[in-house]
């Protein structure tokens, strides 16, 4: 069993950034996030694999939100810059599973989730 902890959530004001962290208590090959606005269902938002030589995101996402993982201290992070709005979501870490094609990412473990909040 994989424990995630993410943090580094809170307020942050429309076209700012905000970095969220993620740490795992072990190992795995594939690494990502979620988010979860509220009324809307759950949806994918940057995946990685081992190496970090391949990412994965929301086309919605493309070009604001970076992945980047430290292995050494099995941690992902998930840059967000241009922040808006109707990025307010509960951003969820993940890890294991597999990613299988089209930002199709079915992890194995999943963090509490950390509040991100954009105001306008």
């Known amino acids: 069993q994989v424990q995630l902890v993410e943090s580094g959530g809170g307020l942050v004001q429309a076209g700012g950034s905000r970095r969220l962290s993620c740490a795992a208590s072990?190992?795995?090959?594939?690494r990502g996030w979620f988010r979860q606005a509220p009324g809307k269902e759950r949806e994918f938002v940057a995946a990685?694999?081992?190496?970090?030589?391949?990412?994965y995101y929301a086309d919605s996402l493309k070009g604001r939100f970076t992945i980047s993982r430290d292995n050494g201290k099995n941690t992902v992070y998930l840059q967000m810059n241009s922040l808006k709005p109707e990025d307010t979501a509960v951003y969820y870490c993940?890890?294991?599973?597999?990613?299988?094609?089209?930002?199709?990412?079915?992890?194995?473990?999943w963090g509490q989730g950390t509040q991100v909040t954009v105001s306008s």
């Open positions: 993940a890890a294991g599973g597999r990613y299988y094609s089209d930002n199709y990412y079915s992890p194995d473990y």
């Open positions: 072990a190992s795995t090959y594939y």
């Open positions: 990685i694999d081992w190496s970090g030589g391949s990412t």
